[in-house]
């Protein structure tokens, strides 16, 4: 529910710096001071929710836990079909909030039409969100498989040390 707070406090700190102002944490403090801005933001913020629910539930109907609901203790062991549903049931709800909660704190515009202007913006900037989600989903494939290794590394280590 606070989302949509973190986003315009990281949006303003980002004006800061193209300001040329050093940014402080005050910077997410400020979509709290106006109160129009708060009870519109926290609006916003109560649909994430109930949005993120509602992914949650129908990717869980969608895609069954294995028996047992151990964690994986391998990369072959992910859920991979699981992360893509949730990952696709998820992307409607990234468009919406993409760029309403700019749109909310700074402009006071109501959640659902900032939602709706969300959606246009993204559909008109489709190219460019594509590239950014390709980038961003190979980066942070490449991360996570990165800590994996290393952390097994360390881990068959630290193992090996001690017999």
Known sequence: MLAPFASVGLLGACRDVADGRMPT?????????????RTLLLRLGIVNAILLLLVATLAMLLVPEPPGGEAPQSLQEVPLQSLLVQLLLYLPVMALMWFAPALTGWHGIAPAKSM???????WRNMGPMLVFGVAAGALTLGVSVAAVMLLTSLITSRESCRS
Do not use: D, I, N, Y
């Open 25 to 37: 944490p005050l910077a997410f403090a400020q979509p709290f001071r106006p109160a129009t801005a």
């Open 116 to 122: 709706f202007g969300s959606v246009v913006a993204c």
